[in-house]
């Protein structure tokens, strides 16, 4: 009897989603297809402990593990930069490694900080959006003892909505603990018209914002900052001087995908159905996390409950069933509020979180979610 070929799945990116949906897929359909993950560095960084890298609480080292280590045994894992695909050839172009064969392609790239997408971006701005930069911004946090910080906004999408307000929240209590918050003004711009984009959990977040006097400018659309002056000025006319700038840098998606001629937007962000998650006009293509053009939070736990559904598709398509699985735009997260204190929001496409008062409860689940994150998340077993 002649051996049915094995179908090659291909998988670009080996963060949270890339990761999950590996390990979902070897789960749900064993040896009967031939898995490669393709990811440049093999490094993956458990991304919301950053915040806790800016307060002193958390080391930029502790954050990453080898992602080989969490992805199926019997996988193929090359290490290169996927620089075109082919979707005619259906192949992969990689740096080193030439050509990948693919029967089906994941799309997992995640999101790219693009600051060299303002011509007014330098080493004066501070962000937290990666290892090396939180622990720079830790380090004159802890020197900066009077004046005005600014966290503001250089552009949306970007990854993780509650991040900048939580880190307002914990540079706030960091400096009360200190006991010179009175020394420090701290604001917050939004470029909507409220600081959460969610109204649910505004009502709850903005007036604890008030209350802790961090001051909120809404209808704050970054247009340029003067770093030498030290003014940030807005697309509406404001002009806001401060003395340290913390700057969420503009995020874009992976610029060879737009380049390889699949469907996306202006920033690079892969179209895909909201429920089946395939890229528009393929069927045997998906994207999920950051990389899409999905009007939801780009964030970790968006990957972690999309990624069962791309498993789950991709089985029933080599199975030759007609069954397909959609995504609800399901996602969860932790919004910090201090140290010590924090909320949990779940929400879907059509329920939108009830935002609860932060409590000590669930900020100890934030606290032991790094580990089971690598433990059990990252390996598909939740």
């Known amino acids: 009897m002649k051996k049915t070929k094995k179908p090659n799945v291909v998988i670009l990116g080996a963060g949270t989603g890339g990761t999950i949906v590996a390990n979902k897929l070897r789960r749900k359909i064993g040896s009967k297809v031939n898995l ?10 458990y991304q919301p402990g950053y915040l806790f890298v800016i307060i002193g609480k958390e080391k930029p080292e502790n954050l990453v593990k080898d992602s080989r280590k969490l992805l199926p045994r019997k996988s193929e ?17 990689t740096k080193e490694h030439g050509g990948i064969k693919y029967d089906y392609l994941v799309i997992a790239t995640g999101s790219r900080l693009a600051t060299d997408a303002v011509d007014w971006w330098d080493d004066t701005i501070h962000h937290f959006y990666n290892g090396e930069e939180a622990l720079r911004l830790y ?9 005005k910080i600014v966290i503001s906004i250089a552009d949306i999408p970007y990854k993780c909505p509650p991040a900048p307000i939580e880190g307002a929240f914990l540079i706030d209590d960091y400096y009360r603990r200190k006991k010179i918050r009175d020394q420090i003004q701290i604001t917050y711009t939004s470029p909507l018209n409220r600081a959460f984009s969610i109204q649910t959990t505004n009502e709850v977040i903005e007036p604890l914002m008030k209350k802790r006097g961090i001051e909120v400018k809404t209808f704050f659309n970054t247009d340029e900052v003067d770093t030498e002056e030290k003014v940030v000025y807005s697309l509406e006319g404001e002009e806001l001087d401060y003395d340290l700038l ?6 874009r998606g992976q610029s060879f995908i737009k380049e390889s001629g699949l469907p996306t937007d202006e920033q690079g962000w892969v179209n895909v159905d909201r429920y089946t998650l395939r890229v528009e006009g393929f069927d045997n293509i998906y994207a999920l996390g950051d990389a899409t053009n999905l009007p939801i939070s780009k964030a970790g736990s968006t990957a ?7 498993a789950k598709n991709i089985k029933s398509q080599i199975k030759g069933s007609n069954r397909i699985h959609k995504y609800n735009g399901h996602v969860q997260c932790f919004f910090v509020t201090k140290y ?8 879907n496409y059509s329920h939108p979180p009830k935002a609860k008062r932060s409590t000590r409860y669930w900020w100890w689940f ?10 059990m998340v990252a390996k598909g077993y939740v």
């Open 366 to 375: 934030k606290k032991i979610f790094k580990p089971f994150y690598f433990q």
């Open 304 to 310: 972690h409950h999309e990624a069962p559904i791309i």
């Open 77 to 93: 894992k090359i290490q290169d930069y996927a620089v075109k695909i082919d979707t005619e050839a259906q192949e992969v172009q």
């Open 340 to 347: 010590g204190s924090s909320m949990f929001l779940d929400f």
């Open 246 to 251: 913390i700057m969420i840098p503009p995020h």
């Open 36 to 45: 490669t993950v393709i990811d440049p560095t093999f490094k993956h960084p």
């Open 139 to 147: 380090n004159e946090l802890k020197e900066f003892n009077k004046g």
